[in-house]
């Protein structure tokens, strides 16, 4: 990963571990983050964005650029889709499947590349990775999408996905120094903590006992 010291990368920010873990990458290496949340209306962004901006206040950082929230509200697309209204979330035992949002890349890369177009910044990052299974996260989408975008604004954009190699165990054991407590995924939060019951909740669980290292997260259940 090249860290470009004169132009930010712009980073596509959920609140997770996936992505944090990234943050604090770009900026070990000296890098300098513009970071973006899209809010789409999604049952758990209140919860999601309150953990974000303390994950940003922990990793305070002279290149850390101020957190922009772009509203992009989905609900007239998705419909009565389980993420808006809270009925049959997909549990504990459900396959990562269950948790896809249709499109979802497309519409967050669409909108942070015209954000970053108009600030001069052509790189875009995802914390996706290694074991992903949807199409709009493979390598292969990446880079035609970029291209499109390219052909659609008129300007170079590149879109990276850093930590694709790695798994969520590799990224809690390497979060050293990084507020793991502050990270966020859970798809049915009460308030703000996290459910304890649904399809992310347990993959973090799991992950953070498969890392052998102590889970700081606190669960309803």
Sequence with gaps: MHADRTSPVCLLLSGGLDSGALLQQFLARGARVFPVYLRCGFRWEAAELHWLRRFLRAMRSPRL?????????LRSIYGAHWSFTGRHVPGASSADRAVYLPGRNVLLLSHAAIACTRRGISTIALGLLKGNPFSDASPRFLSGFATVLQIA???????????RQLTKVQVIRRAKGMPLECTFSCLNPRGYRHCGR?????????????????DPTRYVL
Aim: proline share 11%; charged share 20%.
């Design 65 to 73: 650029l101020p957190l922009q929230v772009t509203a992009l509200p």
């Design 153 to 163: 604004l008129s300007q170079p954009i590149r879109i990276v996905a850093p930590i």
């Design 198 to 214: 649904c399809n992310k909740c347990a993959e973090r669980r799991r992950a953070f006992r498969q890392a052998g290292v102590a």
